[in-house]
């Protein structure tokens, strides 16, 4: 839903071009996300320069990777008017697995313990969405339940132990160290997964009823769109991206326990609603999304930088999200009033 | 019951699609009790009976929606079972209901093609091939929409036609139009009909879905009635006449509409004089007295529902003035138009004249919250005694009134809609196209009652796109053509012709 195309009508001239569709992705909703962050990052800078270095931008990128992932994950789930509240305990349970793993199994390869973070993560989703899907009970409530079991369990299975970065091979924490083209590696495989998920849901068949379901679900079933399935798939795709984050977080941070990823649940709905995911489905981008997950990352580091105090930090989000909101109603309005007129024209 | 199967010679071809027997039940409520239809390719069979007779079910089991509970369904001689939605459509059965089921949030084109988009390079969907799919489709329709813009916001027109869009695009073998023309009117229904008529030529087996007679004798080669989830009757069309097909639907014998009855006609009650709005509606004059039924006739699309939308206060207008009871009337402000004594009955009473999941109770007395409030809180027992008596009045059937509106039938649905606005005790009422979709039965109820406000002083505004109404219920009858009036004609004047003719020629013919 771009907001700035001029009402004329593309006719049979349109050809595809890569930089013709990267244009159009950004015309939309994320482009006020992006122009946001551009002036954060340019204030920021020039407010003290120390922001920009190749270190603080490593930083930067660092921090954003986990909060992408769960942003990218989640928006597939709004889009169909879904939630995921659990995501901050089923990291917690793949980040405590993964510390467990590798201080059991000395040796373990690095791959296999990715395989079985991520299995994990996407059988916590697949419950999650078995439980939706078949008890027609709203996401809100049924994932505000397992966010509190997978917790118990968490809580349960690791009691006091804590696995610190020593536990871990050095070659997996480097992957949160070493740079290609100055991008850390877990980085560059959060921008994989933003890629592939983009064209899944821009361009695949599947991936487009994501967003019918979201617009009406009744009309979806109607249509015989496999919504249930669908649906279930999507939680599952979360789990598997909440898996994966949970995996790197061991990487990245150096002690995982009990309480790791608790309350991140409200800051990946955060960053997917600044990045112009409407709440109520059926539009937003991961693409979207994950600038979103960017800029809440990006804003948390200029605000140190610029000697702000903490308190302002939250209450800023507060209102960066508001104003998503906004710039959303308004855009809607103006859409609706463009295509009044530009009928009017045309009759 | 008339039990009258006709298998005229040439005929006898293998059915299309056949359906026997089928009984569908909601717990203790039978939806359809003897559910039978048989469909030949190549012929446009009519479905008709009351709001309730089952049709609606009917449907749906046809599509797979709904799975019957016991009967025999074939789909071109094969045992057909479907499971889902998806398998009807993959058998070959196109539905388009009564209520486009469109996504707001998707473009045009999207909305034509979900879940079957064409694809470019990679497996991927390429949008210019849909683009230039739905264009062509547009263009073999002859309606200028942009499949690129999103259905947000369009008209209901414009929507049944993309649903028509999408039906033609999955080639069905057979089409099933639920009430598809209940919205459209004038071109938008000769349009349907021709394309109708041209995938009957093609072989398609065409079940239609109407109220509207003229419609079913126009259009149809045979008609099958229901009444009550029973299977009446199947006749040739040329073999009978309206009043035969009434009699089977009702079970006895009704005045077809109920033409409006003499009331004295008083003072002006509203007067709108320049009204316009850019790119919707402009220079609108118009008066409507105490005692008087003023209908606002045209095409859907001309603009009478945002002119009436304009006066009540829903929507801002760019000049004019709106006097109202000798007072001008403030605008964009309907609370104000409300208190000063307006009614206004929408056209989509599902999305904007009721809350469908509360009960009746609380939907009739929606509009009286400040009088029923005592410091702000609402007392129960009063707000249900005063809904009772509105209904009452009214005579809604539903069998508590702490059932969801949702339960009942559309035209309960809007007994409900009227009961909400009468319970206010209106000066003015304007009614948006108010028997929509409604069965013979109840319309007739509908337009007593409009009837009787009338006579009790009550001026009306109606809008309507069915022009036996028009012609029998208004005392004067105003017509628009793109946003503009295009003529005022007393009740001798208004003719079929002569309304039809202001509705669709330029404005010089019609004056």
Redesign the interface.
């Known amino acids: 839903m771009s907001v700035t195309t001029p009402p004329a009508v593309h006719r049979e001239t349109e050809k595809p071009s890569p930089v013709r569709a990267l244009g159009g992705a950004l015309r939309g909703r994320e482009m006020p996300v992006l122009l946001a962050l551009v002036v954060l990052v340019g204030v920021t800078y020039i407010a003290n320069p120390v922001f920009l270095n190749p270190q603080s931008v490593k930083d930067l990128l660092l921090n954003s990777t986990i909060m992408i992932l769960l942003a990218v994950g989640q928006t597939l789930l709004i889009i169909t008017r879904n939630i995921d509240l659990s995501v901050g305990s089923i990291l917690g349970l793949v980040a405590f697995m993964t510390g467990t793993l590798f201080a059991t199994n000395p040796g373990i390869p690095i791959p296999l313990v990715f395989i079985a973070g991520m299995t994990f993560g996407a059988l916590l989703g697949a419950i999650n969405g078995m439980l939706v899907t078949a008890a027609k009970v709203p996401a809100l409530v049924i994932t505000l339940g397992t966010l509190y079991i997978y917790r118990g369990l968490n809580n349960a299975w690791a009691g006091g132990t804590q696995y610190f970065a020593d536990d871990r091979p050095e070659s997996f924490g480097n992957l949160s160290v070493n740079t290609i083209l100055g991008f850390p590696v877990i980085t560059l495989v959060a921008i994989v997964v933003v890629i592939i998920m983009a064209i899944y849901t821009v361009s695949t068949r599947p991936g487009r009823d994501l967003y019918a379901i979201g617009s009406d679900p009744d009309a979806a079933m109607l249509l015989g769109i496999p919504v249930r399935r669908r649906v279930f798939l999507a939680f599952a795709t979360n789990g598997l991206l909440v898996g994966l984050a949970g995996v790197l977080y061991a990487s990245r941070f150096n002690s995982v326990g009990a309480m790791t990823g608790s309350g991140i649940e409200l800051n990946v709905v955060a960053a997917a609603v600044v990045g112009g995911v409407a709440i109520f489905g059926g539009s937003g981008s991961v693409i979207g999304a994950a600038l979103g997950a960017v800029l809440l990352t990006t804003i948390t580091s200029a605000l140190t930088a610029t000697r702000v105090d903490k308190f302002w930090q939250q209450a800023i989000v507060g209102v960066l999200i508001l104003a998503a909101i906004i710039i959303d109603r308004v855009a809607r309005l103006r859409t609706a009033k463009r295509l009044r007129v530009s009928e009017a024209r045309d009759v | 019951m008339v039990e009258a199967q006709v298998h005229p010679a040439g005929h006898e071809s293998a059915l299309a699609l056949s359906l026997h027997g089928a009984v569908k039940t909601f717990g203790p409520v039978v939806a359809l009790a003897e559910g039978t239809i048989e469909i030949r390719p190549g012929e446009i069979h009519a479905l008709v009976g009351e709001n309730g007779a089952g049709k609606s079910t009917m449907v749906k089991i046809l ?3 709904y799975h019957p509970d016991a009967g025999r369904f074939e789909v071109e001689g094969a045992p057909a079972a479907f499971r ?6 993959h058998a070959g059965i196109s ?1 388009i ?1 009564q209520e486009p ?6 473009t045009v084109a ?1 909305n034509i093609f ?4 064409p694809k ?1 390079g990679l ?6 091939q849909m ?2 799919a739905a ?1 062509e489709l547009f263009d073999q329709l002859g309606v ?1 929409i ?1 499949p ?3 259905a ?2 369009l008209s209901i027109a414009d929507q049944q036609i993309i649903e028509i869009a999408k039906a033609i695009s999955l080639d069905a073998r057979v089409l099933i139009m639920d009430e598809p023309t209940a919205a459209l009117s004038g071109v938008e229904v000769d349009r349907l009909f021709s394309v109708a008529r041209g995938l009957r030529d093609q072989g398609t087996g065409v079940l239609f879905i109407s109220h509207r007679f003229d419609e079913v004798f126009g259009l149809s080669d045979r008609i099958t009635v229901m009444r009550d989830g029973h299977y009446i009757s199947t006749h040739n069309t040329k073999d009978v006449t309206i009043e035969d097909i009434v009699r089977e639907m009702v079970g006895r014998d009704v005045d077809q509409l109920f033409p409006k009855e003499l009331a004295p006609i008083g003072e002006p009650l509203l007067t709108v004089a320049g009204l316009s709005r ?3 509606f402009r220079d609108i004059d118009l008066t409507v007295r105490s005692g008087e039924i003023v209908a606002l006739a045209g095409l859907v ?1 001309a603009g009478r529902t945002e002119v009436a939308r304009a006066i009540f206060g829903i929507d801002p207008y760019d000049a004019g003035t709106v006097e109202f009871l000798g007072k001008p009337l403030k605008a964009h402000d309907a609370q104000v138009a409300i208190n000063a004594g307006m009614g206004f009955v929408p056209e989509d009473r599902r999305k904007q004249g009721l809350v469908m999941d509360l009960p009746v109770s609380r939907n009739v007395a929606l509009t009286l919250r400040r009088q029923l409030a005592r410091f702000g809180l609402i007392h129960g027992a009063t707000e249900r005694a005063v809904a009772a008596e509105w209904s009452a009045r009214l005579q809604v059937k539903t069998e508590s009134q702490q059932y969801a509106v949702s339960t009942l039938s559309g035209g309960n649905q809007q007994k409900v809609v009227l009961a909400k606005w009468l319970a206010t005790e209106p000066k003015l009422l304007i009614v948006d196209d108010p028997t929509r979709g409604i069965d013979v039965g109840t319309k007739a109820d509908v337009h007593k009652l409009l009837s009787d406000l009338a006579g009790q002083g009550i001026g009306i505004l109606m809008i309507s796109s069915e022009l036996p109404e028009v012609l029998g219920m208004a005392d004067r009858v105003l017509v628009m053509h ?2 503009r009036m295009t003529a005022e004609l007393s009740r001798d004047e208004a003719t079929a012709e002569a309304v039809m003719h202001a509705a669709t020629a330029s404005l010089e013919v019609a004056q």
């Not at chain 2, 889902?84 to 459509?89: E, I, L, N, Q």
């Not at chain 2, 979900?114 to 988009?117: A, D, K, Y």
């Not at chain 2, 497996?123 to 210019?128: V, Y």
């Open positions: 599509a797979g929606v889902s939605v998806a398998a009807s459509k539905v209901y089921t469109l996504f707001p949030d998707l999207e979900i879940g079957r988009q470019g497996g991927l969907i390429s949008k210019a683009r230039q264009h200028p942009d690129a813009r999103i947000e916001g850019v790119g919707v699309g793109e946003g």
